[in-house]
């Protein structure tokens, strides 16, 4: 069973989904458009979450396509179901996956927190169709610079905080780096014409990005404690989110395709 940290069940899980949704879908669906998604496709969207990126998925291929959604726990609002659109509980490091059965298989922040992702990766490359694609979208937890900061001490305060949300991934198994280590794990896996690109913004306080940091550390409250992180750093910290004279780079979000050979 996973380790996952930020599991769905908590109360959480719907500011994730939505910051993440506002920050990286666009670049989601220009790569995947520009990989030339379209009618017809059959397609898996591993760890699909709260579904905005599944549906998209089925529009994209229309009621010729269809599109395989999974997650250890889905959350998809009704009005995110779709004809073309099958939502699954499964855990894609145990349970079963067809063999050479997808056009596309995407998955967004899902293999970084599992400790077999080698093992997931190779799976998802038996489960592509000859000359299928397979997109990983990743962070690189680890190059999130502060670009500007309301008083001294701002910066010290982000890395002391976020640094011990990092080891709290750290000991659940996550691979924090994995986005720098995708292009060449993809490209170990017997893909071909593997490469990547990488997305990063500005971040603000106030602003939806720096509310991402805001429902992590409020999942993870407890845990922090219990870690060294004192309540008045955290107030302060969640204080600092909310100034918009605080600036921090987003996480830059590896998206790394490659195809099986035909
Ligand atoms: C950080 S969220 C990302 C959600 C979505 N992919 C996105 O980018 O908006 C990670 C998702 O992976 C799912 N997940 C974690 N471990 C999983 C596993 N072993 N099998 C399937 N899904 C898993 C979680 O339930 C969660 O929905």
Known sequence: M???LFDNTASQSAGRFSAL????DHVTQGNLTRLGVGSGWNCLEVGGGGGSLGTWLADAVGPTGSVLLTDLAPKIAPD?????????????????LPEASFDLIHSRLVLLHLPERQQVLKRLV???????????????CEWTPVLDAPHAGASDLFSKVHGAVLRLLTEAGADVTWGRNV?????????KD?????????WAGGGTGAGLHRVNTEQVEDQLI???ITRESLREFWTLLDDPN???????LISARGQRQA
């Open 2 to 4: 996973s380790d996952y």
């Open 21 to 24: 949704e506002t920050c990286y």
């Open 80 to 96: 995110r179901e779709r004809p073309n659109l099958t939502i699954a509980r499964h855990d894609v490091v145990d349970d079963d």
């Open 126 to 140: 038996s489960a592509l169709k000859p000359g299928g694609w397979l997109v990983l979208e990743e962070f690189d």
């Open 183 to 191: 292009q060449a794990a993809m490209a170990q896996a017997g893909l």
């Open 194 to 202: 593997v490469s990547s690109t990488t997305f990063a913004e500005s």
């Open 226 to 228: 219990a870690a060294g």
């Open 246 to 252: 605080f600036v921090v780079n987003s996480y830059p």
